[in-house]
């Protein structure tokens, strides 16, 4: 059994994911967070097994010039801990803040967007992420493109592990619902957040519904986009033919996406999208933007269907298009189960970071 400090900047559904699952192992758990305040995504409370640890981060939101103090608090409890493995995520704030601080050993843990955006914003997160990289003892992330990413910030191949998240297989299963309506229904749950891309499924929404009566969306989520999307599809005269369900309990989820004939991820930035695997899982065929990332889940015209990013013509185009085609949806949708079960199993995934806990603890 080992002593294990799972520091991460807030708590969303993936933090609960880990946290849930690190529970049910031997080790002594111990939970910091960085950032208080701010939107809530998980609802649900820590399991009982995880200890939270109280200090100077986590009472509010995260701001960097708090930093040295927090450094300082940081090398604190864990010389007080004495943890003898520290995870650690994203890597220019949890990451950073565990290495100033000399705590380890460290697993860095990339959240995809602080690789795949977040390091190339300028001088001083470059510095960041390769001063983290280059002093961690491994690193882990969920696709293929955010390890090389860390390689070229100068993490060394052999200790870098990848495995996708992953979802419950049980919790997210295919079952269309029948609505008999005869709407084609497109489904989006990403936050409405620039990195994210649901602007530009509302220019797409809204050019297909110019043209084709019988299509719906149902959106999730919100975000600080959410008066940009409004007006788009306001001014479109479309915005009664969408559903605004909001911030919905991770427990409705599987309901939402039995909902839709289509999921569609316009993300200009991922790794292996937790959302996109939930709906594979649910036998959902999926139309998402040819990121390296996505393009590692989704086979044109196999379990889905890419279109270019950014590019708001050519996604209504791949949906007037599928919605032209939908005999063969089910096809589709059975490809996308297929490859869940293959990549996307959470209970076989997860053994992986145990792995790379005994790999560092050694």
């Known amino acids: 059994m080992a002593k294990i400090l799972y520091f991460s900047y807030g708590y969303c559904p993936h933090d609960h994911r880990f946290l849930t699952a690190l529970a049910g192992t031997e080790h002594e758990l111990f939970y910091v967070r960085l950032s208080g305040g701010g939107r809530q995504t998980e609802d649900r409370p820590l399991p009982e097994k995880i200890n939270q640890i109280h200090w100077a981060g986590g009472r509010g939101e995260f701001r960097w010039r708090d930093l040295p103090g927090l450094t300082l608090d940081f090398r604190r409890l864990t010389r007080s801990l004495h943890p003898d493995l520290i995870h650690a995520g994203p890597i220019q704030t949890c990451g950073l803040i565990a290495t100033l601080a000399g705590a380890g050993p460290r697993l860095i843990m990339s959240w995809g967007f602080d690789l795949l955006q977040d390091a190339d914003r300028n001088g001083w997160w470059r510095w960041a992420t390769r001063f983290v990289l280059q002093r961690a003892a491994y690193f882990t992330s969920d696709c293929e493109a955010t390890r090389q990413k860390a390689i070229q910030f100068g993490m060394s191949r052999d200790r870098t ?4 998240w992953g979802v419950d297989l049980k919790q997210f299963s295919p079952l269309r619902t029948q609505h008999g309506s005869g709407l084609f229904t497109l489904f989006c749950n990403r936050s409405w957040e620039p990195r994210y891309g649901v602007d530009v499924l509302a220019k797409a929404f809204a050019s297909v519904a110019g043209s084709r009566s019988d299509v719906h969306l149902l959106l999730l989520a919100g975000g600080s986009q959410a008066e940009a999307i409004h007006q788009i599809l ?3 005269g479309v915005e009664d033919r969408v559903t605004f369900a909001g911030q919905i309990p991770q427990s409705e989820l599987p309901r939402y996406y039995h909902m839709a004939d289509l999921y569609i991820s316009p993300s200009h930035v991922d790794g292996s999208s937790v959302s996109l695997m939930e709906a594979l899982a649910c036998g959902l065929p999926c139309l998402v933007s040819n990121i390296p990332a996505n393009q590692e889940w989704v ?25 032209d085609t939908r005999e063969s949806l089910d096809k589709v949708g059975e490809a996308a189960r297929r490859v869940a079960e293959v990549k996307g199993d959470w209970s076989k995934n997860f053994r992986k970071l145990l792995e790379t806990y005994e790999l560092v603890l050694r």
């Open 161 to 164: 592990v990848v495995f996708p």
């Open 234 to 236: 306001y001014r479109s």
């Open 299 to 323: 086979t044109e015209g196999v379990n889905g269907w890419l279109f270019e990013d950014g590019d708001a013509d050519a996604l209504a185009a791949r949906i007037l298009l599928i919605m």
